[in-house]
């Protein structure tokens, strides 16, 4: 692992021609206050659409500080599934929370979902759910930056299910288990996939949601025993996803 115990800085100029980079605004003040680095030290870029760079401070001024790239790292840390995850809408902090460790585990796009029993719209703050994705992805060091989409229906997010591999909605009332629905891609051979993952607010979808999404091609999951909140199933359903393996 080249980036293992080194600090991880956001830089959206960093491109594969790029020789040097310029840190200022908030990068700079962690990369210079924060973790106190000097000239010399290395550290790792993402520039949030897919490349990783490892890169040597040259040089740290009153605001900015220049770094040289060393070495590219595209795909850095990403999973071969494309995992979008559309989650209905919970309390703002527990939401935050999940976008979080959303991208932690490797979800590619989070979407906010307005249902029947979702929290209201008003409560979305996407803009800091977009800073919240771009710390986590410094934090564990991927190289791109999950989408956080702005809050749709659920009949509009599931006109997009033609553009999936598998769309999979987590269902506690569902008599199909998660190992269940995870068998139809046992055929799947290696290369990216896409999978869109549906999980319900707090008490879940309707009678009438479930039907839809089932009509547009939807399979569902039950993911055991316990009753788990949202943000808990999310995180789940979205590890099982991840990690699907292929022949």
Known sequence: MPFTNRDFYFAPELSEEAVSVT?????????ARAARH??????????????????????????RAVLLVEELFPGYGE???QLTLAVGLIVPSRFEWLV???VEVG???????????????????????RRIAVAATKQCQRAVVPGVAEP??????????????????????????AAATLQRTAQWTEGERSVLALVGPEGGFSAQE?????????VEANLGPRRLRTETAALHLSILLLNIPTR
């Open 23 to 31: 840190l200022s605004g908030d990068e700079y003040r962690h990369l």
């Open 38 to 63: 000097r000239a010399g030290d290395v550290v790792g870029l993402t520039n949030g659409t897919g490349l990783v760079a490892a890169a040597r401070v040259e040089s740290i001024g009153r605001d």
């Open 79 to 81: 999973p071969a599934v």
């Open 100 to 102: 979080e460790k959303a």
């Open 107 to 129: 979800v590619t796009r989070i979407v906010p979902l307005v249902t029947q029993w979702s929290e209201r719209r008003r409560g979305v703050r996407l803009e800091r759910l």
């Open 152 to 177: 749709v229906g659920l009949p509009e997010r599931l006109e997009t299910v033609d553009q999936f591999d598998l769309t999979v909605l987590a269902e506690a009332e569902s008599e199909t288990s």
């Open 210 to 218: 479930r039907q839809l999404a089932a009509g547009a091609g939807a």
